[in-house]
């Protein structure tokens, strides 16, 4: 079995920042693309943010340039720094990973989301 928790949400003003992160434990082999959705209410949910395995990112045109993807391998986390926040950045935003676990399957796998509320 493997789990993503996630952590780091809250309510923000405007402007201001907050970074996401979000754990992967269990029965890992590797990891491959690990990512950011978010689904706001009466939307669909939509891909923020990825980075593969090699590093190279893939951003939603609406957070390019405010938002960045980073993770760190040793710990299987994978972060969003959220800079400049809007109100329409308002959602419960989601970790997804691609994870080759040790019976050599592989799986998606989810979080159980985060609340971002961006309000003055």
């Known amino acids: 079995q493997v789990q993503l928790v996630e952590s780091g949400g809250g309510l923000v003003q405007p402007g201001e920042s907050l970074r996401l992160s979000c754990a992967a434990s269990?029965?890992?082999?590797?990891?491959?693309?690990m990512g950011w959705y978010r689904q706001a209410p009466g939307k669909q949910r939509e891909l923020v943010a990825a980075?593969?395995?090699?590093?190279?990112?893939n951003y939603a045109d609406s957070v390019k340039g405010r938002f960045t993807v980073s993770r760190d391998n040793a710990k299987n986390t994978v972060y969003l720094q959220m800079n400049s926040l809007k109100p329409e950045d308002t959602a419960v935003y989601y970790c997804?990973?691609?994870?080759?676990?040790?019976?050599?399957?592989?799986?998606?796998?989810w979080g159980q989301g985060t609340q971002v509320t961006v309000s003055s």
């Open positions: 997804n990973a691609r994870i080759k676990i040790v019976t050599m399957r592989v799986n998606a796998y």
């Open positions: 269990g029965s890992i082999f590797s990891i491959y693309t």
């Open positions: 980075i593969n395995s090699d590093g190279s990112t």
